[in-house]
Nanobody
Framework: QVQLVESGGGPVQSGGSLRLSCSAS????????MGWFRQGPGKEREGVAA???????THADSVKGRFTISQDNTKNTLYLQMNDLKPEDTAMYYC????????????????????WGQGTQVTVSS
């Protein structure tokens, strides 16, 4: 049984930083793709960043230069370092894992992911 557990969210002021973690069990983090998605109030869930099996990373334009996805294979954990946070980054952040290689070409597409965590809330105040 696959379990993804996020942590590290919370309130932060604009310009601040947070590091999200996603601990995986029942799934090897470098098997296919893993990603971070977010859903703000009244918005659809969107892809933030993803990392594929060969280590290649993809970041959404809205977070490029501010957020960095990484993983520690020894800890089977996914991370999202978020710097220079803005109020528009306020959202529930979800960790996701795929179970097919098709995610390699479109790693930020939500439907490529089968396993999801419960989410961790990030709230950025101005």
């Amino acid at each position: 049984q696959v379990q993804l557990v996020e942590s590290g969210g919370g309130p932060v002021q604009s310009g601040g930083s947070l590091r999200l973690s996603c601990s995986a069990s029942g799934y090897i983090v470098n098997r296919y793709c893993m990603g971070w998605f977010r859903q703000g109030p009244g918005k659809e869930r969107e892809g933030v960043a993803a990392i594929v099996r060969d280590g290649r990373t993809t970041h959404a334009d809205s977070v490029k230069g501010r957020f960095t996805i990484s993983q520690d294979n020894t800890k089977n954990t996914l991370y999202l370092q978020m710097n220079d946070l803005k109020p528009e980054d306020t959202a529930m952040y979800y960790c996701a894992a795929s179970r097919e290689w098709t995610c390699f070409e479109i790693p930020l597409v939500r439907t490529e992911y089968s396993y999801w965590g419960q989410g961790t809330q990030v709230t950025v105040s101005s």
